[in-house]
Protein backbone atom coordinates (compact mmCIF):
# COMPACT_ATOMS: atom_id res chain seq x y z
CA UNK A 1 0.00 0.00 0.00
CA UNK A 2 2.80 2.12 -1.10
CA UNK A 3 2.26 4.69 -3.74
CA UNK A 4 2.46 7.71 -1.52
CA UNK A 5 0.60 6.47 1.43
CA UNK A 6 1.67 6.99 5.21
CA UNK A 7 0.73 4.21 7.63
CA UNK A 8 -1.13 5.93 10.23
CA UNK A 9 -1.70 3.18 12.24
CA UNK A 10 -1.52 -0.64 12.17
CA UNK A 11 -3.87 -2.96 13.85
CA UNK A 12 -5.66 -0.47 15.24
CA UNK A 13 -8.27 -1.88 17.94
CA UNK A 14 -11.76 -0.11 18.75
CA UNK A 15 -12.24 -0.77 22.67
CA UNK A 16 -15.60 0.71 23.64
CA UNK A 17 -18.33 -0.47 25.89
CA UNK A 18 -20.59 -0.55 23.24
CA UNK A 19 -18.50 -1.36 20.38
CA UNK A 20 -15.57 -3.82 19.71
CA UNK A 21 -13.42 -3.71 16.53
CA UNK A 22 -10.08 -4.02 14.91
CA UNK A 23 -8.71 -1.89 11.82
CA UNK A 24 -5.50 -3.59 10.04
CA UNK A 25 -3.94 -0.98 8.19
CA UNK A 26 -5.00 3.03 8.45
CA UNK A 27 -3.01 4.87 5.99
CA UNK A 28 -3.22 8.27 4.49
CA UNK A 29 -2.50 10.29 1.28
CA UNK A 30 -3.36 14.08 1.34
CA UNK A 31 -6.85 13.84 1.79
CA UNK A 32 -7.80 10.25 1.61
CA UNK A 33 -7.73 7.95 4.19
CA UNK A 34 -7.59 4.13 3.58
CA UNK A 35 -8.96 1.56 5.76
CA UNK A 36 -7.51 -1.59 4.54
CA UNK A 37 -9.04 -5.52 5.83
CA UNK A 38 -6.09 -7.70 5.82
CA UNK A 39 -6.96 -11.59 5.64
CA UNK A 40 -4.73 -14.29 4.78
CA UNK A 41 -5.89 -18.22 3.42
CA UNK A 42 -3.44 -20.86 3.17
CA UNK A 43 -4.86 -21.89 -0.60
CA UNK A 44 -7.78 -20.12 -2.94
CA UNK A 45 -10.09 -22.64 -1.85
CA UNK A 46 -13.81 -21.64 -0.99
CA UNK A 47 -13.24 -18.35 -2.71
CA UNK A 48 -10.06 -17.49 -0.73
CA UNK A 49 -9.39 -15.00 1.45
CA UNK A 50 -11.42 -12.07 -0.20
CA UNK A 51 -14.67 -13.63 0.65
CA UNK A 52 -13.78 -14.55 4.30
CA UNK A 53 -14.60 -10.43 4.59
CA UNK A 54 -18.14 -11.04 5.34
CA UNK A 55 -20.89 -7.88 5.07
CA UNK A 56 -21.10 -7.83 9.08
CA UNK A 57 -17.41 -7.54 9.04
CA UNK A 58 -17.36 -4.94 6.87
CA UNK A 59 -19.87 -2.91 8.66
CA UNK A 60 -17.79 -3.22 11.43
CA UNK A 61 -14.85 -1.80 10.07
CA UNK A 62 -16.80 1.14 8.24
CA UNK A 63 -18.34 1.66 12.27
CA UNK A 64 -14.68 1.35 13.55
CA UNK A 65 -13.41 3.95 10.67
CA UNK A 66 -16.07 6.52 11.38
CA UNK A 67 -15.27 6.37 14.90
CA UNK A 68 -11.57 6.92 14.29
CA UNK A 69 -12.19 9.47 12.02
CA UNK A 70 -14.18 10.89 14.93
CA UNK A 71 -11.40 10.79 17.68
CA UNK A 72 -8.99 11.84 15.32
CA UNK A 73 -10.97 15.41 14.48
CA UNK A 74 -11.11 14.15 10.48
CA UNK A 75 -13.92 13.85 9.79
CA UNK A 76 -13.39 16.06 6.51
CA UNK A 77 -11.53 14.28 4.61
CA UNK A 78 -12.02 11.23 1.68
CA UNK A 79 -12.48 7.49 2.77
CA UNK A 80 -11.52 4.13 1.13
CA UNK A 81 -12.17 0.79 2.01
CA UNK A 82 -9.54 -1.83 0.70
CA UNK A 83 -9.23 -5.43 0.93
CA UNK A 84 -5.55 -7.45 0.59
CA UNK A 85 -6.37 -10.65 0.22
CA UNK A 86 -3.05 -13.37 0.87
CA UNK A 87 -3.60 -17.29 -0.47
CA UNK A 88 -0.60 -19.01 -0.06
CA UNK A 89 1.94 -16.63 -1.40
CA UNK A 90 -0.26 -14.68 -4.03
CA UNK A 91 -1.07 -11.37 -2.72
CA UNK A 92 -4.09 -9.03 -4.13
CA UNK A 93 -4.39 -5.53 -3.08
CA UNK A 94 -8.88 -5.00 -3.88
CA UNK A 95 -8.89 -0.87 -4.03
CA UNK A 96 -12.61 0.32 -2.84
CA UNK A 97 -13.44 -3.18 -2.00
CA UNK A 98 -16.28 -2.08 -0.21
Partial sequence: MRVGF?????NW?????DVRGEIDIIARRDDLVVFCEVKAR?????????????PSQQERVRLAAQL?????????????????????TELTHYEAAF
Avoid: K, Q
Wanted: aromatic content about 6%; cysteine-free.
Fill in 6 to 10: TIVER
Fill in 13 to 17: LLRRA
Fill in 42 to 54: RSSGYGGAAVAVS
Fill in 68 to 88: WLIDHGLGDLDVRFDVIAING
